[in-house]
T-cell receptor, first 113, second 112 residues
Framework: NAGVTQTPKFRVLKTGQSMTLLCAQD?????MYWYRQDPGMGLRLIHY???????AKGEVPDGYNVSRLKKQNFLLGLESAAPSQTSVYFC????????????FGPGTRLTVT | SQKIEQNSEALNIQEGKTATLTCNYT??????LQWYRQDPGRGPVFLLL?????KEKRKERLKVTFDTTLKQSLFHITASQPADSATYLC???????????FGSGTRLLVRP
């Protein structure tokens, strides 16, 4: 089991450019999440999905879009990157159980100049 | 709004001692609370979950308490080791959903 994988690991964008971050999990989890982590602010939920074909907004969704066309994949898109989106992005997944323990990927470090 | 507070200052202790980390929450009553460990450059890793009807939970050298009156959880590592050095995140369940609210974490440094 690879668990949760994220690609790419690092990326530098110029303001206004677009990109897609890919998250994949091989644990057959129903739920998937995208977070961003900034110094001193902890993990903040961007978007999440409770199943294939469904997505919902989290705490900080502006400037991001997501898609979950397949159960094992969750894509995070930035249509027009801004310096404020410089952050470390983590994907996580969990079963649809009462405890919802989350399994995290290794993260993507994104810099927008 | 729901707010999670963890001590932002690093906790520096001697190997062999017990480390105690604090998580305070306000404006709601989570049904359960999770603790995660995060090493530099890596994603968080789940450690323990404690429910509102449980006062204490143990796993090897780890112990978590949950005081719903004080709105506080304490995370203890007994007989600490340098390998325990990491940032520890508190994550109460958000409202009645499956989403979590993560604290900003407390960094633990264990000196040999």
């Amino acid at each position: 089991n690879a668990g949760v994988t994220q690609t790419p690991k690092f990326r530098v964008l110029k303001t206004g450019q677009s990109m897609t971050l890919l998250c994949a999990q091989d644990m057959n989890h129903e739920y998937m999440y995208w977070y961003r982590q900034d110094p001193g602010m902890g993990l903040r939920l961007i978007h999440y999905s409770v199943g294939e074909g469904t997505t919902a907004k989290g705490e900080v969704p502006d400037g991001y879009n997501v898609s979950r066309l397949k159960k094992q994949n969750f894509l995070l898109g930035l249509e027009s990157a801004a310096p404020s989106q410089t952050s470390v992005y983590f994907c996580a997944s969990s079963y649809a159980s009462d405890s919802y323990e989350q399994y995290f990927g290794p993260g993507t470090r994104l810099t927008v100049t | 709004s729901q707010k999670i507070e963890q001590n932002s200052e690093a906790l520096n202790i001697q190997e062999g001692k017990t480390a105690t980390l604090t998580c305070n929450y306000t404006n709601y009553s989570p049904a359960y609370l999770q603790w995660y460990r995060q090493d530099p450059g890596r994603g968080p890793v789940f450690l323990l979950l404690i429910r509102e009807n449980e006062k204490e939970k143990r796993k090897e050298r780890l112990k978590v308490t949950f005081d719903t009156t004080l709105k506080q959880s304490l995370f203890h590592i007994t007989a600490s080791q340098p390998a325990d050095s990491a940032t520890y995140l508190c994550a109460p369940r958000m409202d009645s959903s499956y989403k979590l609210i993560f604290g900003s974490g407390t960094r633990l440094l264990v000196r040999p």
